[in-house]
């Protein structure tokens, strides 16, 4: 007999799928086929790494979602999903990568067999929906009238229950393990690949009640001139004196994260730095400040810039993004953004990365938060370290 481990409660997955029904409904989608692996894990708790291939939920408007996916991984399927075996389908393994039959051509004859008609929802700006595989739904369905469904699930996502905010409180404390390791650990001389050996150690380790997971971005640390591009990895370079590196991670457990970025330098900042980290930080306390229930995207966004264009500061880039349950490549739920012309309210229960980060034409700095949107008062930060630019002589 399978044993399944379902994240959450039955309530908790009634409540999404219902959510969900009615931004089909609002649409005027009668089936929405979801190919994104977040947004199926957060409407059926499918965990697996078979994102590789073609996979997705089959949103119906009366009956439980279908789960359809290579064959083997069907296996893993029936493992994971809240829902009975004879919801779970899987494809021949000789539709993977053939240049003779494509995976949407089963697809394809499942929905007819599902007797599906009308308007079917896809999510076409997709990491994990091809060009390839819209073009042979059309040809393969030509009496379906196929719609852009791109962020739908992904917006029913943006307001965290209880169950879900559990879950990112795990995560944090993950992310602040990581971080006091890296405080504790980064010196001159230290090959940056054994750094982040031990990032994963105490990612994966997770804190007492946390297991880790695996998070949907690497660990990002550029140094001195490189931190001008904040999305570099990590070489086997030695960490050197008179330069800053920031990095950036993630806790993350049962796929919810909670990133945190921080600054740390070996030596003596320069002038220009310090002066960077006291603007950086005098927005980042004024954007959370205006991260209230009631308030707009751009007002945090709006609050960071003040104290930089004092500064002399020029960002020229949003400042955060909504976070949650989520897969590689992006720990982002990609709806709302945290920049001046995002007129979104912000509601209770919107989890974000607020990370206003600097980048400039040779240095480069962060010092971010992870934070809750409360009924009242100020956002509530996830994580527990001091914002500042550490520095270690």
Request: proline letters at 5%; hydrophobic letters at 40%.
């Amino acid at each position: 007999m399978i044993q399944k481990d379902i994240p959450f409660s039955d309530a908790e997955y009634q409540r999404r799928l219902a959510k969900t029904r009615a931004a089909m409904a609002a649409k005027g989608i009668d089936t929405l086929f979801v190919t994104d692996p977040s947004n199926m894990a957060w409407l059926t708790a499918y965990d697996g790494w078979s994102f590789y291939v073609h996979q997705g939920v089959i949103m119906f408007a009366d009956a439980d979602p279908v789960w359809w996916g290579r064959r083997q991984d069907a296996n893993g399927a029936v493992r994971t999903v809240w829902m009975g075996n004879d919801r779970v389908i899987g494809y021949a393994d000789n539709y993977v990568q053939s240049t003779e039959r494509h995976p949407m051509q089963d697809l394809a004859q499942r929905l007819r067999d599902f007797g599906v008609t009308g308007r079917v929802g896809v999510e076409m700006d997709n990491y994990y929906f091809s060009a390839k595989a819209f073009d042979t739904l059309r040809t393969e369905m030509p009496d379906i009238e196929f719609v852009d469904a791109t962020a739908l699930v992904n917006w029913q996502r943006g307001i965290k229950s209880d169950e879900e905010l559990a879950f990112m409180r795990k995560a944090a404390a993950i992310s602040d393990k990581i971080i006091n390791g890296l405080v504790e650990r980064v010196a001159p001389g230290i090959p940056k690949n054994e750094i982040v050996a031990e990032v994963y150690g105490d990612a994966i380790r997770g804190v007492d009640g946390a297991w880790g997971d695996y998070p949907a971005i690497v660990p990002l640390l550029p140094s001195g001139s490189d931190a001008a591009a904040p999305h570099l990895t990590w070489d086997g370079r030695q960490f050197a004196t008179g330069e800053a590196t920031f990095f950036e991670i993630s806790g993350c457990y049962r796929r919810y994260h909670a990133p945190l970025s921080r600054t740390i330098f070996l030596g003596t900042p320069t002038d220009e730095l310090k002066r960077a980290e006291a603007a950086l930080i005098e927005g980042l306390e004024a954007g959370l400040d205006k991260a209230r229930a009631g308030n707009r995207a751009c007002d945090i966004a709006n609050a960071l810039a003040e104290p930089l264009e004092r500064a002399g500061i020029e960002r020229g880039a949003r400042c955060g993004y909504p976070i949650g349950i989520s897969y590689p490549p992006d720990w982002g739920e990609r709806t709302v953004s945290l920049r001046s012309e995002d007129q979104t309210i912000l509601q209770p229960g919107m989890t974000f990365h607020f990370m206003p980060g600097l980048w400039m034409d040779d240095w480069g700095l962060e010092i971010t938060e992870s934070i809750v949107i409360r009924e009242n008062g100020a956002a509530e930060t996830l994580c527990n370290q001091p914002r500042k630019m550490f520095v270690k002589p």
